[in-house]
């Protein structure tokens, strides 16, 4: 479904809307004024420098075997968290902090690159971050990508803190320019398809499914749009997984709401089958109890 979360959670939800006889919460939007003329590309802007190089480089001769595991944090540990950040990172989301964690955390496997800056690739739905927000039920691909490059010292001192700042300003700042420019540049190229996700290991912000369940809901009152979409009334799905197939290169971070609703999230993480492993037994990671939900444990 064009490579769009969003798009697909809602499709779903709109089925299961009519199976009850509901109104469809967030109807498809096909025509945003807003794409209709797309600027010219400039070759200069951050979205073209991320993916510029990406389209010529060709797929790993030997890419290791990938393994997936899944942690899901309770709401009560990400708020006991982030209030510990709010003297330097008072507006940090669970995504900021969810991605500093696992990145701090998988880059002390990767020895080969120890000495050099060390990058992650953040993908987030700009939906609502335009000047003219498209609406929820916009059908159509609406996630970009931009990397993010960190000192290797800090990334080495364990600082979570200090990472989960540098994310949150990355993520804060990327700009409805940048975003319009990737546009254009994808519509001028001529040449093949290329792969989005990777090589580079990738942070996907799936928080925007949060979002209004129906027609009449406010949009403080917002909820897991998947944990909405059921056949059989009164009863959530107990867990909903997104999969991006083929993942490989450095690895893959979706970070997603959880059933439990508030600040609790859920992460799935595709790593090189080693690396998983190692993962799971991360102490750092494991004083924040998660509950293991998939394992890649070999």
Known sequence: MLADPMTVTL?????????????????????PLALTNPPKPNIT?????????????????????????TFSFSSSTITQCLSEFCGTVPNATPFDLLTAL???????????TRDSDKKIVTCIDMRKRLSAPFPYGYFGNAMYFSDLTVANKDIDSNDVAHVTEQVHRHVAGVKEEEFMSAIGWLESRCAPPFKMHGPELTCVNLEHLIAPTGVNVIES?????????????????????????????EGLILVMPSPEGLLARRVSV??????????????VILCLKPTLLLSGRG
């Open 221 to 249: 009152e917002r909820q897991p749009l998947m944990y909405m979409a059921s056949f059989d009334k009164d009863q959530k799905p107990a867990h909903v997984s997104y999969q991006v197939t083929n993942a490989e290169g």
């Open 11 to 31: 499709l779903i939800k709109a089925w299961t809307d009519t199976h009850h006889q509901h109104l469809i919460a967030h109807p498809p939007f096909l025509h």
């Open 270 to 283: 595709t790593l090189p089958e080693d690396e998983i492993r190692t993962l799971l037994e991360d102490d």
């Open 102 to 112: 696992f990145w701090t955390r998988i880059a002390r496997q990767k020895t080969k």
């Open 45 to 69: 802007s951050a979205s073209s420098s991320y993916h510029s190089p990406n389209s010529d480089k060709s797929n790993p001769q030997h890419s290791p075997k990938m393994s997936s595991a």
